[in-house]
């Protein structure tokens, strides 16, 4: 007597024997003609350049995850929507049904608001910029003393 | 079993006899002509004619044909536009990295023969055939959504006339 396990691999096997029949077939009637142009890699009819794995800014990090989250919430959200408005469950519960699943939702809500304001108030919503350092030397020479320079040049149209 | 007609009663089986016998040739015929998958892909304003083809009005999809992303899922490639020299370079790349068997529409007097830039045109090409083999010219300029429908008929003729062994050559 088979096993479930048993089922299981049998219907494993039967599945890679029906694939392998159906490409078998394929291979036996399809024409075979591969030249250089059509094993080329395909973009969009141009010139293939450069390898596919491209380098991605590692700054997008943090907003893919931000956007997860509230990729969530909206798939929560859409469930909910459902069986919030269900009259059967405000008749059964006298109303209190509406009041206790906004109530839920709202909590909800308030946790991913708070992961939110978390995130904004240490500043990873801002986009780091590459910061511009002004050389500081100290010289005898003050630098009003170019200003002064440059002043004066500035008046003479050239 | 003859092709002359695509008349429904001339081709159906009924089953009547309990056991249908066919040919390879004729099954495969049966199963290309009826998924003419197209490449997605539009040149100039027949393009606007082609979508509104593949659109719910005239439903190309009825016939099995249905755009795709890839040559290398495509059959059939509808070119529906003036074929720019620069352009050209493009379509035999994509017409080679079709897999065979492949089937090439030429859509419009533009793709058929230079259409209106068939003088002065110093950038079209004076018809697609000269870059790309083409099974069936549908006329107009641009054709409606029925010639373009009655290529894709003549195709499907074309088609169930072919021999597997003259594909593999």
């Known amino acids: 007597m088979l096993s479930d396990f048993g089922i299981v691999l049998l219907a494993l096997i039967f599945a890679a024997l029906a694939i392998l029949l159906v490409l078998g077939i394929s291979w036996l009637f399809r024409p075979k003609k591969p030249t250089v142009e059509k094993l080329m890699t395909y973009e969009s009819g141009e010139d293939p350049i450069g390898n596919a794995n491209i380098r991605f800014n590692i700054r997008f990090y943090v907003i893919a995850l931000i956007f997860i989250?509230?990729?969530?919430?909206?798939?929560?959200?859409?469930?909910?929507?459902?069986?919030?408005?269900?009259?059967?469950?405000?008749?059964?519960?006298?109303?209190?049904?509406?009041?206790?699943?906004?109530?839920?939702?709202?909590?909800?809500?308030?946790v991913l608001a708070l992961g939110l304001a978390y995130v904004w108030a240490?500043?990873?919503?801002?986009?780091?910029?590459?910061?511009?350092?002004?050389p500081k030397i100290k010289s005898k020479i003050p630098m009003n003393m170019y200003e002064n320079v440059n002043k004066k040049y500035s008046e003479n149209e050239f | 079993?003859?092709?002359?007609?695509?008349?429904?009663?001339?081709?159906i089986k009924t089953g009547e006899s309990e056991v249908i016998l066919t040919s390879i040739d004729e099954l495969a015929n049966w199963a290309r002509a009826n998924s003419i998958w197209p490449m997605g892909f539009g040149l100039a304003c027949c393009a606007i004619e082609m979508m509104a083809t593949y659109a719910s009005n005239y439903d190309l999809e009825r016939f099995g044909v249905f755009p795709r992303n890839s040559p290398r899922h495509s059959d059939l490639m509808i070119?529906?536009?003036?074929?720019?020299?620069k352009m050209a370079d493009r379509i035999s790349r994509l017409y080679e990295q079709m897999p065979d068997p492949k089937y090439v529409i030429s859509m419009g007097s533009c793709s058929?023969?230079?259409?209106?830039?068939?003088?002065?045109?110093y950038h079209v090409v004076?018809?697609?055939?000269?870059?790309?083999?083409?099974?069936?010219?549908?006329?107009?300029c641009p054709p409606r959504p029925e010639a373009l429908i009655g290529g894709i008929l003549k195709l499907q003729e074309k088609i169930k006339s072919q021999k597997i062994a003259d594909l593999k050559k």
């Not at chain 2, 058929?112 to 045109?121: F, K, L, T, V």
């Not at chain 2, 004076?126 to 107009?140: A, F, L, S, T």
Request: glycine share 10%.
């Open chain 1, 69 to 110: 989250l509230f990729d969530v919430e909206l798939v929560f959200l859409f469930p909910w929507a459902t069986v919030f408005g269900n009259s059967n469950y405000i008749q059964q519960s006298n109303g209190l049904w509406g009041w206790f699943t906004l109530a839920e939702m709202f909590i909800f809500i308030l």
């Open chain 1, 122 to 134: 240490k500043g990873h919503l801002e986009w780091v910029k590459p910061e511009i350092k002004t």
């Open chain 2, 112 to 121: 058929n023969c230079g259409g209106p830039y068939w003088e002065h045109g």
């Open chain 2, 79 to 85: 070119i529906s536009g003036t074929v720019t020299f």
């Open chain 2, 1 to 11: 079993m003859n092709f002359e007609t695509l008349d429904k009663d001339v081709h």
């Open chain 2, 126 to 140: 004076k018809g697609v055939d000269r870059v790309i083999p083409v099974d069936v010219y549908v006329p107009g």
